[in-house]
């Protein structure tokens, strides 16, 4: 079953790239030309054995391309100076402008592929092809966070992820995804831009936090849905989500931060503490299903 689906994948790729057309991207050269042009074309030179080696060719097969791209003066060979027995190879002109046509097709037709796509799955693709060769490379790439604005489709996972995530850990009811319903559809329907906004975080382009400025008065701004999914904790995004809010809050002219939250979210208490904000009154309320002391909270700008 996963040999037969990776080498599905591998024939729907190469015809998606166009490796089996008798020439490369509209080009007269066959992909293991192409290929060895585009390493000539980044690296400036090479010996063969250095070039057998990175495109994994093997050394008769790979002198015969060699001969063939010299004949139609496209390569270059010269003996190297630390080995008589070797030779240097690189790019005539005629061979640099053949590289630049495919290097600009290839840039063009990725583009035109990703720009079939909307902007997240555009990032689910780069990140699984990232997947894919960090996996058969053994290697692990840095994840990648971001902070953007909000768009459309955003409001409902904030609201979907807060009423999964605070039920699974913390036994809230669905009142609690009700008051955010209600905080969500306020600030979508009330919005000034200038002085009120979303953040949403994500995680190798997967959304995995928010966080909300909305204006309580000219001078007093709240912070609001604060959310770190799981999988992103641990590597301060909480805390840039807060410290986004105080920035924004300061450059537009307010007086106070305040936020609301409870006793028991020990995690988003560090966070607000390690910013400078400063409990304000408790009181015990029971509105989620679960007995709860609540908290408000402030920062002085």
């Known amino acids: 079953m996963q040999v037969a689906a990776v080498r599905r994948f591998n024939r729907f790729y190469t015809r998606r790239v166009g490796a089996l057309r008798a020439g490369l991207l509209g080009s007269p050269y066959p992909l293991p030309e192409a290929r060895l042009l585009y390493e000539l074309g980044h690296r400036g030179r090479g010996t063969a054995a250095g070039l057998g080696r990175e495109l994994d060719l093997d050394a008769g097969y790979l002198s015969r391309l060699i001969q063939s791209l010299k004949r139609r003066g496209l390569v270059l060979a010269r003996r190297s100076a ?3 027995r070797a030779s240097v190879l690189s790019l005539s002109a005629k061979g640099r402008k053949a590289f630049a046509l495919l290097d600009s097709r290839s840039r063009e037709e990725v583009a035109a592929m990703l720009g079939a796509l909307p902007v997240p799955d555009q990032g689910r693709l780069v ?12 290697q692990r790439p840095e994840p990648r966070v971001s902070l953007r604005p909000h768009r459309p489709g955003d409001m409902g996972w904030v609201v979907q992820a807060h009423g999964e995530l605070y039920a699974r850990e913390y036994g809230w009811d669905e009142r609690f995804e009700g008051l955010v319903a209600g905080i969500v559809e306020k600030f979508v329907a009330n919005l000034d831009p200038q002085r009120e906004r979303c953040w949403i975080a994500e995680l190798d382009g997967e959304r995995v936090g928010s966080v909300f400025v909305v204006r309580a008065s000219d001078s007093v701004a709240k912070l609001r849905l604060l959310l770190l999914d799981p999988r992103a904790r641990g590597r301060g995004l909480g805390k840039r989500l807060v410290q986004e809010c105080t920035a924004f809050t300061r450059a537009r002219g307010y007086r106070r931060l305040a936020l609301w939250t409870q006793s028991n979210l020990a995690a988003a208490r560090a966070i607000y503490k390690a910013c400078g904000f400063e409990i304000k009154k408790r009181e015990k309320h029971a509105s989620f299903g679960v007995k709860l002391t609540g908290e408000y909270w402030a920062l002085v700008l």
């Open 82 to 84: 630390e080995d008589a």
């Open 127 to 138: 990140h699984a092809m990232q997947t894919v060769e960090a996996l058969l490379t053994r």
